[in-house]
């Protein structure tokens, strides 16, 4: 489904990537793992069009899209939860989640939604602002099933979540993948990771340095720590 190889990417005179390549299969969940500055999130947003000067190639479902804009990118079928989450303070959690587009058919309608997060129902009315912060990452990763995107990329959907909620958004993360929807993860917790994912990128200095799929994490934690310094 996705396809990356020999990516670039620069933010002004800094070069941050250097070659990455990797791809993800369709109904997959795959993680980028990898220190604080390793290029993730870059990987994530060069993805998305998000960074001015890229080069290399990228393709989602065989077609090229690193010259398209992030909004025909998004057009093509890709869904993108950042970091940090970008939902409307002002806005209801229903009128959060009727906001973007429909890209394509197959997007979960908001009952169907609702009956996966149903924090969110319960909360139906209430502002961004009046959200806890698990809520709003169940939010954010909401929002983009209900626009037809199958290939979904979430950038550190646990970070700063209490254990119940990173519980919970595991459950989420395998429940969207039983429906059909492939996703690329962006995670700093590898236990999280283990839980959850097919196969596992290793990022170090802006590069993919190693492959290891999950039925062989255990047997790899030794080299993974020394890859993530844990």
């Known amino acids: 489904m996705l396809e990356v190889s020999g990516l670039n990417a620069w933010y002004g005179e800094s070069h ?14 795959v993680t980028l793992l990898g220190r604080n500055g390793a290029g993730k999130t870059t990987t994530m947003k060069s993805i998305m069009g998000l960074v001015p000067r890229r080069a290399g190639s990228i393709r989602c479902n065989g077609r090229e899209t690193i010259a398209l804009r992030p909004d025909l990118i998004a057009r093509a079928g890709i869904g993108f939860c950042p970091e940090e989450r970008g939902i409307f303070a002002s806005l209801s959690v229903t009128e959060n989640l009727m906001l973007p587009r429909v890209v394509a058919p197959g997007g979960l309608d908001l009952p169907t939604i609702y009956a996966l997060f149903p924090n969110l129902k319960e909360r139906a009315g209430s502002q961004g602002t009046k959200l806890s912060g698990g809520e709003q990452q169940m939010l954010a990763i909401a929002r983009i099933l209900r626009t037809g995107a199958r290939l979904l990329l979430l950038d550190e959907p646990t970070e700063g979540l ?10 989420t993360i395998r429940e969207i993948k039983a429906r059909g929807f492939t996703v690329l993860l962006v995670e700093q917790n590898f236990r999280f990771a283990q839980t959850v994912a097919d196969r596992h990128y290793v990022m170090e200095h802006g590069r993919v340095v190693d492959m290891i799929p999950n039925a062989q994490l255990g047997a790899s934690m030794e080299k993974l720590h020394g890859y993530l310094g844990v």
């Open 16 to 29: 941050i990537l250097h070659g990455v390549a990797f791809d993800v299969r369709a109904g997959e969940v």
């Open 162 to 171: 209490a254990p119940v909620i990173v519980q919970q958004i595991g459950r």
